[in-house]
């Protein structure tokens, strides 16, 4: 519990000190609250991971120097780090802990492809044609990348299970934050109502670490961006900047959650030498590294998408990213519980095929995590209703809403037809309730929207709390107390392609952190090339064993 709790420790403070020396050194003028510093400080060194892994693996070697600039940066640019800092940072370890102990991985996926990539990240610099080992290694989130950079000789191996939890509760404490603020000086506006849904769906929703993977990270992102977008009366470059940051984050998480990317784009079309700015900022060049990378993996920009695939590329497998198309949506639209698999998964997601068996299952699971909040806030509605209070309220701000709500609506459009998975999408369907109840909000009456936030603060923290305590005083003696990622009797049949290279197959489909370059596909015919120093992998095929 001890080394747990220093390691979150020690990755919390590295997260802090790296966002307050950028953003002070960047935004000298700016008031950022700690929560902020420890949000942006997380992504930024989130994306140099994927810098540094051109040319180097993140080991723990490589991974120690990082952190030690760090902290040099920090000294050299002459910041201070305050008591109250220390003690905020303290805290959110404590949260940290409270919040993983007992829980499981996230399964599936952590077992099949996030812990492995990461692993592969450890050990290996970029792999171009890395895909054609795992198809799923060319759509990875970022988390990968911030969990490994984070494994080095003081945080150790634990490290890798840290950052997901770190950039939850960094999200969350921001809105709860927030909120809080929002009575202190008196403001009653619609963002901070957005907020409040936020915080009531968090609560009930969004709690448990096992269930906390890219998607949610993801989601939390897109609520994060909504709400500075409708909470900034004016926005000048630097909170659009900040926007565009958060935006190229959102896409490195989830990119079918990219329709949120088009509010950057919507600012600088009110603002036009926004765009001669944007390409000298740190947002676009995270960008171009996110594209390059994502080219090198699978030969795509946003994988499977066959549009966005630079066909002529040697390491690229056209046929496959059709099937894997085809499979993705399939899979969204509840394959697995469909009983005529014989007819194929192109006949199913063709013509509607999948309705009936989508609206029998996955969609009673839809409604049943959606429905707790209409009901709550149709209550709130009701207790603190105005119809007409959404015309007074300035032009500006009935812009950015009517934005967003186009954004959510086309959003819910393409996640039924498309995608209409719940973790897929959900953050579409949260943000137009909460902009459809919002209408009928009297924000003009400050008694009651007060006693409104002031619910949901107490809701937040007794639900969320609750939640914990009650799963581990339930698992207290079923589960280990550190979330393991490490599958100790894990069976790996070691395949060598040529003297220069090899890799691990397992037919049970979890390859875990155990090792780098493991797989549960017989790879029929795999080449293997070495340029510079630079791995290819090179495959003519590949089918289930």
């Avoid at 307050?20 to 060194?45: A, D, V």
């Avoid at 370890?93 to 996926?109: C, E, G, K, M």
């Avoid at 220069?500 to 029929?524: D, G, H, P």
Wanted: a positive charge; charged letters at 20%; aromatic letters at 20%.
């Amino acid at each position: 519990m001890i080394s747990l709790f220093f390691s979150a420790f020690i990755s919390n403070l590295s997260y802090f000190l790296l966002g307050k020396t950028l953003c002070n050194t960047i935004y000298p003028h700016k008031k950022i609250n700690i929560f902020e510093y420890l949000i942006y400080g997380f992504i930024i060194t989130s994306f140099i991971a994927v810098l540094l892994n051109f040319f180097t693996p993140l080991n723990k070697t490589n991974n120690s120097i990082f952190l030690f600039l760090i902290v040099t940066s920090f000294f050299f640019f002459k910041e201070k780090i305050y008591r109250d800092e220390i003690l905020i940072i303290f805290g959110i370890s404590i949260l940290l802990i409270i919040f993983i102990i007992f829980d499981t991985v996230n399964r599936p996926d952590a077992m099949m492809y996030h812990l492995p990539f990461s692993k592969i990240l450890n050990e290996e610099k970029i792999i171009i044609g890395l895909s054609n080992l795992h198809f799923r290694f060319s759509h990875v989130s970022i988390l990968q990348y911030s969990s490994a950079i984070n494994v080095n000789y003081l945080v150790g191996d634990d490290g890798i299970i840290i950052p997901l939890a770190s950039i939850y509760i960094f999200l969350v404490l921001y809105f709860f934050y927030e909120l809080k603020k929002s009575l202190k000086e008196k403001n009653s506006s619609i963002s901070k109502f957005i907020l409040s849904v936020i915080l009531i769906f968090i609560a009930y929703k969004i709690n448990r670490y096992s269930k906390i993977g890219n998607d949610d990270i993801g989601h939390l992102i897109a609520f994060l961006i909504v709400y500075k977008f409708l909470d900034y009366k004016k926005i000048n470059f630097i909170k659009f900047n900040e926007i565009s940051l958060l935006s190229v984050f959102l896409l490195a998480n989830k990119f079918s959650l990219i329709l949120f990317c088009l509010i950057p784009i919507f600012i600088s079309f009110q603002n036009i030498k926004f765009l001669k700015k944007i390409y000298n900022s740190l947002p676009f060049f995270f960008l171009i590294i996110w594209c390059i990378k994502n080219i090198l993996i699978s030969g795509c920009f946003l994988y499977p998408i066959e549009q966005t695939c630079l066909k002529n590329l040697s390491w690229i497998d056209i046929k496959n990213i059709k099937k894997e198309n085809v499979s993705a949506e399939a899979w969204a639209k509840d394959w697995p519980n469909y009983n005529k698999k014989k007819n194929g998964m192109k006949n199913y997601i063709e013509n509607f095929n999948w309705i009936e068996t989508w609206s029998n299952n996955h969609f009673k699971k839809i409604i049943k995590n959606i429905l707790p909040l209409i009901v709550l806030l149709t209550i709130l509605v009701i207790f603190n209703f105005n119809r007409k209070d959404f015309k007074n309220q300035s032009g500006n701000l009935k812009k950015k809403f009517l934005c967003v709500l186009v954004i959510s609506i086309i959003g819910c459009l393409i996640f039924f037809l498309k995608f209409p998975l719940y973790r897929y999408g959900y953050s579409y369907l949260a943000i137009f309730i909460a902009l459809f109840f919002s209408i009928f909000m009297n924000f003009g009456n400050k008694n009651k929207i007060f006693i409104i936030y002031k619910f949901v603060l107490i809701f937040f923290v007794i639900i969320l709390f609750s939640k914990q305590f009650v799963r581990h005083y339930e698992f207290y003696s079923a589960r280990p107390l550190i979330p393991k990622y490490i599958q100790e009797d894990l069976e790996l049949q070691k395949i060598n392609l040529d003297k220069n290279f090899s890799y691990y197959y397992n037919e049970n489909r979890n390859c875990w952190y155990n090792v780098a370059l493991c797989t549960y596909y017989n790879l029929n015919t795999i080449k293997f090339n070495e340029f510079l120093s630079y791995k290819f992998l090179l495959l003519d095929k590949f089918e289930d064993k």
